[in-house]
T-cell receptor
Framework: DAGITQSPRYKITETGRQVTLMCHQTWSHSYMFWYRQDLGHGLRLIYYSAAADITDKGEVPDGYVVSRSKTENFPLTLESATRSQTSVYFC????????????FGQGTRLTVV | GESVGLHLPTLSVQEGDNSIINCAYSNSASDYFIWYKQESGKGPQFIIDIRSNMDKRQGQRVTVLLNKTVKHLSLQIAATQPGDSAVYFCAENSGSARQLTFGSGTQLTVLP
């Protein structure tokens, strides 16, 4: 089905472990984003990508790594997970037009213990 | 710093009444605004948008008003229904990077 999908939906990991959250979109949108959502903070941008092999930091990039080898995939990696990274992570995509809405995945709830 | 904020964290309305959710923004360079609806356990869903060259835009049961003079945005929902219960976020885009800055959200509860 067309859309944007995230996996896994739920993940529990231990402090210090590496974990990768996956994001896949079928619209061939140029732009993809990773946000985290924490109570009282709304959605905060972690990283974004304007196209394959082009990524940029957002508001809260520390502790995260992204890659974009293919237009449709935008994985987010926590190299050494910390408890402060417990959050709900949302991936989003949008097309090339200026001022256009982003389409969001269903989110990944990550718990770091 | 620049921010997008909401006046009220919660709003309760009777079913059938109209709802008004407010949002203030501080970046005068913002030229595009979006309202998203987020239901429990789901990602944000686009409701309606408005560009800075407009002051009003209507959709199905929803209207967005933009007052650039006071940097204020509002979402009006007509004849609010139980399915409208959700958290509503305003977001702004102020540049070519397609980045959105989100407010902290308002929880709308529709009472029977």
């Amino acid at each position: 089905d067309a859309g944007i999908t995230q996996s896994p939906r739920y993940k529990i990991t231990e402090t210090g472990r590496q974990v990768t959250l996956m994001c896949h979109q079928t619209w061939s949108h140029s732009y993809m984003f990773w946000y985290r959502q924490d109570l009282g903070h709304g959605l905060r941008l972690i990283y974004y990508s304007a196209a394959a092999d082009i990524t940029d930091k957002g508001e809260v990039p520390d502790g995260y790594v992204v890659s974009r080898s293919k237009t449709e995939n935008f994985p987010l990696t926590l190299e050494s997970a910390t408890r402060s990274q417990t959050s709900v992570y949302f991936c989003a995509s949008s097309d090339m037009r200026l001022n256009t809405e982003a389409f969001f995945g269903q989110g990944t709830r990550l718990t770091v213990v | 710093g620049e921010s997008v904020g909401l006046h009220l964290p919660t709003l309760s309305v009777q079913e059938g009444d109209n709802s008004i959710i407010n949002c203030a923004y501080s970046n005068s360079a913002s030229d595009y605004f979006i309202w998203y609806k987020q239901e429990s356990g789901k990602g944000p869903q686009f409701i309606i948008d408005i560009r800075s060259n407009m002051d009003k835009r209507q959709g199905q049961r929803v209207t967005v008003l933009l007052n650039k003079t006071v940097k204020h945005l509002s979402l009006q929902i007509a004849a609010t229904q139980p399915g409208d219960s959700a958290v509503y976020f305003c977001a702004e885009n102020s540049g070519s990077a397609r980045q959105l800055t989100f407010g902290s959200g308002t929880q709308l509860t529709v009472l029977p």
